[in-house]
């Protein structure tokens, strides 16, 4: 007898394979799931490893940082050290300065000239005084130039009251420079 195959074979087969196909879409959507589940912890380990090397980067700029103060701080430190320094040797200098200047002040005045006032600002000198002549002035000014620690005198003020009496002295301002020649000033004068 011939059997025939009354049951719905294609519609299984149809079936059969819809399920294959659900599996296998099932199965790659898992799989991507999985893939991707997998690239995300990746990516996360990544950025803690560069979360913590930039943590100890900061850590270190934050050391640097402090270090740099503190240099600065040293730096100022020394900068005041050394300006102090440089005033010291600049008293040193010229402690044996304002000795030679009385001493010239007495050589150079000449008779007939008297000094009423003296000031110094820096290295410029101002003599205030009385005269009892033009001349005297002068003669004042050469002593100042010929001088060893006093040079380039220059008369502000000389003027004379009126004359009452025939002895009656002329008011002078004077100024000059303090300071030891150089070679080039000396070599001019001569």
């Known amino acids: 007898m011939v059997k025939i195959n009354l049951l719905p074979w294609r519609e299984e087969l149809k079936q059969q394979r819809q399920r294959d196909f659900l599996s296998a879409g099932g199965l790659a959507v898992l799989l991507t799931l999985v893939i991707l589940f997998a690239v995300h912890l990746y990516i996360?380990?990544?950025?803690?490893?560069?979360?913590?090397?930039?943590?100890?980067?900061?850590?270190?700029?934050?050391?640097?940082?402090?270090?740099?103060?503190?240099?600065?701080?040293?730096?100022e430190k020394k900068n005041k050290l050394l300006t102090k320094i440089d005033v010291i040797q600049k008293l040193q200098e010229s402690r044996p300065l304002i000795?030679?200047?009385?001493?010239e002040m007495a050589k150079t005045t000449p008779d007939g000239v008297f000094l009423t006032q003296f000031a110094q600002?820096?290295?410029?000198?101002?003599?205030?005084?009385?005269?009892e002549s033009n001349a005297r002035v002068s003669a004042f000014m050469r002593a100042i130039e010929a001088s060893r620690w006093l040079h380039s005198p220059s008369?502000?003020?000389?003027?004379?009251?009126?004359?009452?009496?025939?002895?009656?002295l002329s008011d002078f301002i004077l100024l000059a420079q303090l300071g030891e020649k150089t070679a080039a000033e000396s070599g001019e004068e001569k």
Do not use: Y
């Open 99 to 103: 000795v030679h200047l009385f001493d």
């Open 44 to 75: 996360e380990g990544l950025k803690e490893f560069q979360e913590s090397r930039n943590q100890i980067l900061r850590g270190e700029i934050a050391l640097v940082d402090k270090k740099i103060t503190e240099i600065k701080s040293i730096e």
């Open 155 to 168: 008369l502000n003020i000389i003027q004379a009251k009126e004359k009452i009496k025939v002895d009656q």
């Open 121 to 131: 600002t820096e290295a410029i000198l101002t003599f205030t005084g009385k005269a």
